[in-house]
């Protein structure tokens, strides 16, 4: 199971990140744990200072722009083998 997580404020790019997340995963057919962290604070726990910030597995993948769906695609069918 991936584990997920979108580190973000609430706006527009980090909203449509997670549910890029959802709708990847359920593409996929993989079973993924998908959190949304809001926390600022918690953001230097990942060295992400940029938003939004996907973190899968424990990697940032990605920070301060939104990857595009295929891109994304890859990431996790990657981090899913």
Same mark, same amino acid.
Request: neutral net charge.
């Given at each position: 199971? =991936? #584990?997920?997580?979108? =580190?973000?404020?609430?706006?527009?790019?980090?909203?449509? =990140?997670? #549910?890029?997340?959802? #709708?990847?995963t359920?593409?996929?057919?993989i079973?993924?744990?998908?959190?949304?962290?809001?926390?600022?604070?918690?953001?230097?726990?990942?060295?992400?200072?940029?938003?939004?910030?996907?973190?899968?597995?424990?990697?940032?993948?990605?920070?301060?722009?939104?990857?595009?769906?295929?891109?994304?695609?890859?990431? =996790?069918?990657?981090?899913?083998?």
């Amino acid at each position: 199971m =991936l #584990e997920i997580k979108v =580190l973000g404020t609430g706006c527009p790019n980090c909203i449509r =990140l997670e #549910e890029l997340c959802r #709708e990847v995963t359920g593409d996929l057919g993989i079973e993924a744990s998908i959190e949304k962290i809001t926390d600022l604070n918690a953001f230097g726990n990942y060295n992400v200072f940029l938003t939004p910030g996907l973190v899968v597995n424990g990697k940032v993948l990605s920070q301060g722009k939104l990857p595009t769906k295929t891109t994304l695609l890859s990431w =996790l069918l990657k981090a899913a083998l």
